[in-house]
């Protein structure tokens, strides 16, 4: 209780000391969101300097003398801004980059036109090229005109044990030495996040896991095709995994696995085989890999618990799925004929796609209910588009939207180490917010009508 009573005092007295000082901006008559706890709360917002410095009952009386500019938020919700742990440069800005500096900075404007008018604030890349380096760390300088860019460099790999080429955003580390001396570049270059991707083989991965750790960076794995098991990358120290669906392919049994990559399309997508290829063959697969395991599969539920006691967070991405089936409000064109286009399936094969979605759905709302801790990242083109419709789709498998809320704001922050200053709208955090024109926790679709973006206090687009 007194530890109660000190905070209102010191909060109250922090109020009344900037009395007499105008403040950058107030918001009035916002009804706050806490994300930790779900409730909402009417109240003014005052902001100064990119932070929030104080909050006042909305009974308070508000004028032009207490700010440079008021926002009438009028009853609408106010949130913290959404943070995409999930994002590759050539989604918005394809392949091939200029590295001169007129180019990074127009790449940098394409970049926050993706994001900002969407609310996303903050954004973490899920590995680039190393060429784009120069590029990566000019992003990573904070500006209100662009969202917060925490860069990890390339994505480290093994040497590849398959025919399959080395993708352009990654990097060959062929020894613990050589992904202990990556970490150490990247860490120079003041990167504070990293990617480790499945072609990474134990020795290697065991190294880099243990060098970000000392140096306080976060990793992210994507572990899957089991060149590493799940369950060793999560004794090994991995606590944040890129992709619900990696979960489905360490449960699954081999024998399984090697048929949902085959036979599964002769049994159940034979239009889909063409001259030994098949159109959508990654997306579908995937699906497939859901309808073989079943609900409330043992192995899975193993994982899940195994999740849960390890404090591993899980970045579902599955926009990019529900979209290639018609589940999304809006679908981006297939990149690759052979690796995502779908537009070809019948009513049927489309349906039994559906089906395996939605028993993936049902596994990541087991996550969610178990207490495994779920954030929101896009991994797809247009990507700020993509991240509200990541937060719908979450929505619809079952996960209140409150709670999404706190997966696109908090639980991100946290997961890139960065809940010290962004994910919750609290006094010294920075002023990244989103104003809902109409509120998505009455009505999930509110999510993409008319918003005011602020980023560290300055008003998108005023």
């Known amino acids: 209780m007194i530890r109660r009573i000190l905070f209102i005092t010191l909060a109250l007295s922090g109020l009344m000391s900037c009395t007499n000082n105008v403040y950058d901006l107030v918001i ?62 050539s989604e ?14 127009l790449y940098r404007h394409k970049f926050s036109e993706s994001y900002l008018p969407y609310g996303v604030t903050t954004v973490r890349s899920g590995g680039d090229s190393e060429q784009y380096i120069p590029m990566l760390q000019k992003w990573q300088e904070q500006s209100p005109a662009h969202p917060d860019f925490l ?75 089991k060149v590493l098991p799940l369950d060793k990358a999560i004794a090994l120290g991995l606590k944040n995994i890129e992709h619900a669906y990696t979960i489905g392919v360490a449960a699954i049994d081999s024998s399984k696995y090697e048929y949902i990559n085959s036979w599964a399309f002769v049994d159940h997508y034979p239009k889909a085989i063409k001259n030994n290829v098949v159109d959508g063959s990654f997306f579908i697969s995937r699906m497939e890999l859901f309808n073989q395991l079943g609900p409330d599969q043992p192995r899975m539920m193993e994982l899940i618990q195994l999740l849960k006691e390890n404090q591993v967070s899980v970045t579902p991405t599955i926009h990019l799925f529900a979209q290639r089936f018609g589940l999304t409000y809006f679908t981006t064109p297939a990149k690759l004929p ?54 719908l789709e979450l929505n619809d498998i079952g996960i209140p939207m409150v709670d999404v809320f706190k997966i696109a704001t908090l639980n991100g922050a946290k997961a890139i180490g960065r809940a010290d200053t962004i994910g919750t709208v609290e006094v010294g955090k920075r002023a990244n917010l989103v104003l809902f024109s109409a509120n998505p926790l009455d009505k999930s679709e509110n999510l993409l009508k008319a918003k005011t973006v602020i980023k560290d206090g300055v008003v998108y687009r005023d």
């Open 338 to 391: 052979a690796y995502d286009y779908t537009e070809y399936l019948t009513a049927e094969e489309r349906n039994r796609c559906r089906q395996g979605y939605a028993i993936m759905g049902q596994y990541i709302k087991l996550m969610h209910e178990a207490g495994v801790q779920l954030n929101l990242g896009t991994d797809w083109d247009d990507p700020g588009k993509a991240a509200l419709s990541e937060m």
């Open 151 to 225: 860069a990890v460099g390339a994505a480290l790999v093994s040497t590849p044990q398959d025919p399959r080429p080395v993708y352009a955003g990654h990097v060959v580390v062929n020894n613990p030495e050589e992904a202990n001396a990556k970490i150490d570049q990247y860490h120079k270059l003041g990167f504070t996040n990293t990617k480790l991707y499945w072609r990474l083989r134990e020795p290697e991965f065991a190294a880099a896991i243990s060098r970000a750790k000392e140096l306080g960076i976060q990793p992210f794995g994507h572990v899957d095709y």
């Open 92 to 105: 918005i800005l394809g392949k091939k980059l200029s590295a001169d500096a007129d180019s990074i900075a």
């Open 28 to 89: 009035t008559d916002a009804n706050v969101l806490d994300v930790r706890s779900g409730e909402t709360r009417l109240q003014h917002v005052f902001v100064k300097d990119g932070k929030i410095a104080a909050f006042s009952p909305a009974s308070k009386r508000v004028t032009t003398k207490d700010a440079t500019k008021i926002i009438k938020a009028d009853g609408q919700l106010l949130t913290p801004g959404l943070v995409d742990v999930h994002f590759h440069t």
